[in-house]
């Protein structure tokens, strides 16, 4: 997209960018100044979860790191997920105890410690439809599940007759079910949680930069001595010296592997993933629900005001960047959930649509580059770790692993993971504040239940996002055409979370894309201008995002009424790209 100089200051009042890992303009140039002059111990190359966790490892190991995101952070697979931090019950059929209680562990202490603000319980029904073998089967497993990861923060098992199911989850047919029972699993919004990994990251020192692309390796005789990146938003180059260089890109992970011309310890292939997102009005229950299906598992999922329901599961061999849903994969999900359900949720229903893809382990082709069946880390040559693999829920022991493993390349003791220890920014003072919730709404004129969602996106930094209005009240009402965001909410996306496009706002920082019918398209126009009181922008700068954000929704659009991957992919690739990326490829 049309080039821009960075804007001067902002309007918004600062603390310490250091404090709250504030990643604003000020920081962007500075961090932009740092890459080109610093040696770092590691760099990272990836804004996903796990590279993000990948830079809070290292940093607060005190290690120097630097962070590049090609585009926005979480823009790939970690905003795209069902954003459920579980342990996986299909994973206990298989018998992956290992990975199961891992996972749970991960559960339990996001839930707790490190991220209570951002990650919350929910309750699913598992609906029983075989009489004798089924219940005692499920609630074995179940049992596991509840007691696998150590100390619970949720509620066990609970055992329903039909009528109990029913009343739990009235949207289904009598006929779906002859029994049920409940248990707990734990959801966060992925994108945020993202964000606010690598904002931690920052505070911690490290530099974290989006629209940051390695387009090249800095090699030493045998070895890779750092990365040359590319600014995608005004062309600017420069060379990152680094000791240790850890790819984090997910699917982008070969593309990333054939740049650094050393050869791969594994592949990583493709799976897309389709969610719909309905109306919480449009099935009526109490809890989530978990469907087996053919190939996996369905669910129903409870979001805010929403379902989400998904998903899908086949092979994607087309564009990465902006996997496309088709007509047949939104099928696929009414004619499973429509199995259930006593009134048949249909196209109209459907508020949003996304697709991401899974980054799954291809021909692994040493024993030693697997740490888990469910991650895979290795030193794929002198200075170049690799990870991939495995799924949000254990980003933090993937980015421990991918830190060990650099530990070869760096020069004196590495010391050991502490980021158990390390509660995300916005966690310490979140309990008190959620009794305080009151309080703060009279303070600020707001109702107190906009000050309890407040927090559940900020937790303790709501008093920084708040701030932002000081002097102007007016950013405390609510957008018109997305009336669950308040307008203070995006110029804190462009101030404080590196939100640098209409898309990073609209798609990431909040979820209208996939909240409003409109797809955030009738709040284009004021959300750009938001964020161009922030960023710089003039009329044509708010026009040419309102234009590019606006063809890419039609493009989606358009795709979802393919019937196939080609068509839908052709579709969704006509549309512009926000960044101006350059094409390892080409
Ligand atoms: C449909 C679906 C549902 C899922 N549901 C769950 C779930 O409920 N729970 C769970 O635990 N897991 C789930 N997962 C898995 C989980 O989402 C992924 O494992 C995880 O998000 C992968 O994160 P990542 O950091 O490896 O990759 P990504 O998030 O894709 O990050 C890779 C990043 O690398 C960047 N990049 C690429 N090339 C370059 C370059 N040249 N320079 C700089 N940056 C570059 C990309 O822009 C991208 O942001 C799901 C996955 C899918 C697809």
Same mark, same amino acid.
């Given at each position: 997209? %049309?080039?821009?100089?960075?804007? %001067?200051?902002? #309007? ?5 960018? /250091? ?7 000020? &920081? ?25 966790? *990948? ?47 891992? /996972? ?133 180059? *420069? ?66 005001? $929403? ?28 004619? $499973? ?13 459907? #508020? ?21 069946? &469910? ?43 502490? *980021? ?130 606006? %063809? ?35």
């Amino acid at each position: 997209m %049309a080039t821009r100089k960075p804007a %001067a200051a902002p #309007e918004t009042p600062t603390r310490g960018s /250091a404090e709250t890992g504030r990643l604003g303009v000020p &920081e962007r140039e500075r961090d932009w100044q740092r890459l080109g002059s610093e040696t770092f111990d590691v760099v990272v190359i990836g804004g996903g979860v796990v590279g993000v966790g *990948t830079a809070l490892d290292a940093a607060t190991r005190g290690l120097r790191v630097a962070l590049v995101e090609a585009r926005d952070l979480a823009s790939g697979t970690s905003s795209r997920s069902s954003k459920l931090f579980h342990g996986g019950l299909r994973y206990l059929e298989q018998l992956e105890f290992g990975l199961v209680r891992e /996972a749970l562990r991960e559960r339990e202490l996001m839930l707790t410690r490190i991220a209570p603000h951002l990650v919350k319980p929910v309750s699913f029904l598992y609906p029983l439809s075989h009489r004798v073998w089924e219940r005692p089967y499920t609630a074995a497993g179940l049992l596991m599940y509840d007691t696998m990861g150590g100390a619970s923060s949720v509620p066990g098992q609970k055992h329903l007759t039909r009528a109990g199911a029913l009343r739990m989850f009235p949207a289904l047919k009598r006929s779906a079910l002859i029994g049920g029972i409940r248990y707990y699993d734990a959801q966060a919004d992925d994108a945020r949680h993202t964000m606010t990994v690598g904002r931690t990251a920052a505070h911690y020192g490290a530099v974290v930069r989006t629209s940051t692309q390695v387009t090249g390796f800095l090699r030493e005789a045998d070895r890779i001595s750092g990365v040359r990146v590319r600014d995608a938003e005004d062309g600017r180059e *420069t060379e990152v010296k680094a000791n240790a260089v850890i790819n984090c890109t997910g699917v982008w992970t070969d593309e990333l592997q054939r740049l650094s011309g050393s050869r791969g310890r594994f592949r990583v292939r493709a799976s897309k993933g389709v969610h719909i997102v309905v109306p919480r009005d449009r099935i009526v229950a109490e809890s989530g629900l978990i469907l087996r299906t053919e190939k996996s598992v369905l669910f129903v999922i409870p979001w805010r005001n $929403h379902w989400i329901v998904g998903t899908t599961d086949t092979d994607w061999n087309l564009d990465l960047a902006h996997p496309a849903a088709t007509k047949g994969d939104i099928d696929y999900i009414l004619d $499973h959930v429509n199995t259930v359900l006593a009134t048949p949720l249909t196209h109209d229903d459907i #508020e949003g649509v996304y697709a991401g893809l899974r980054p799954l382990l291809a021909g692994e082709s040493e024993s030693t580059s697997k740490l888990s069946r &469910e991650h895979a880390v290795a030193r794929v040559s002198p200075g170049l770790v690799a990870i991939a693999g495995g799924k949000y829920t254990t980003y933090r022991v993937m980015a421990a692993d991918a830190v060990d493993a650099a530990g070869a390349d760096l020069t004196g003791r590495l010391q050991p993971s502490i *980021t158990d220890k390390v509660p995300l920014l916005g966690a310490d003072g979140y309990y008190a504040l959620v009794n305080q919730a009151d309080q703060l709404a009279t303070r600020h004129g707001l109702h107190p239940y906009r000050v309890r969602h407040l927090l559940d996106r900020y937790g303790s930094l709501v008093h920084e996002v708040l701030a932002v209005a000081d002097g102007d009240p007016d950013l405390l009402r609510p957008l018109p055409a997305a009336p669950d965001y308040l307008q203070v909410e995006i110029v804190y996306a462009a101030s404080h979370e590196g939100a640098l496009h209409l898309e990073d706002a609209l798609t990431r920082r909040t979820r209208i894309s996939i909240e409003y019918p409109h797809r955030g398209v009738d709040c284009a126009d004021q959300v750009a201008r938001l964020m161009g009181r922030v960023l710089g922008w003039d009329d044509a700068r708010v026009a040419r995002e309102v234009e590019v954000y606006t %063809a890419r929704v039609q493009a989606e659009r358009d795709s979802q009424s393919e019937p196939n991957d080609q068509a839908a992919d052709a579709k969704r690739i006509s549309a512009p790209e926000a960044r101006d990326l350059w094409d390892p490829v080409s």
